[in-house]
């Protein structure tokens, strides 16, 4: 079994910062990518960042410059820091991971249970 438990989250300004992060546990055998997806009401989960085993980033344009996501592979942990956060940014956010565990031939993916992030004066 995998677990993805996220934390953090919350209300803040508009302007404000705000970090959240995700911690994968269970039967690992590796961990290829971590990822943060958003699900804003009404619209589809997108993605919002994404970090490589080997440390390589790729962000959607809008958050490009006020979030950064990283990892500490040794704690199976992903982090996301926003700032400058903007009312658009509301949304669940969830963690996803892409898990290699003992005797499988191939990574699945899995998913927190998301965290709310609102962005509102």
């Known amino acids: 079994q995998v677990q993805v438990v996220e934390s953090g989250g919350g209300l803040v300004q508009p302007g404000g910062s705000l970090n959240v992060s995700c911690v994968v546990s269970?039967?690992?055998?590796?961990?290829?990518?971590m990822g943060w997806f958003r699900q804003r009401p009404g619209l589809e989960r997108a993605s919002v960042a994404v970090?490589?085993?080997?440390?390589?980033?790729s962000y959607r344009s809008s958050v490009k410059g006020r979030f950064t996501i990283s990892r500490d592979n040794a704690k199976n942990t992903v982090f996301l820091q926003m700032t400058n956060l903007k009312p658009e940014d509301t949304a669940i956010y969830f963690c996803?991971?892409?898990?290699?565990?003992?005797?499988?031939?191939?990574?699945?993916?899995?998913w927190g249970q998301g965290v709310q992030v609102t962005v509102s004066s």
């Open positions: 996803n991971a892409e898990v290699l565990v003992p005797g499988a031939d191939r990574d699945v993916d899995y």
């Open positions: 970090v490589t085993d080997s440390g390589r980033v």
């Open positions: 269970g039967r690992i055998s590796s961990i290829t990518n």
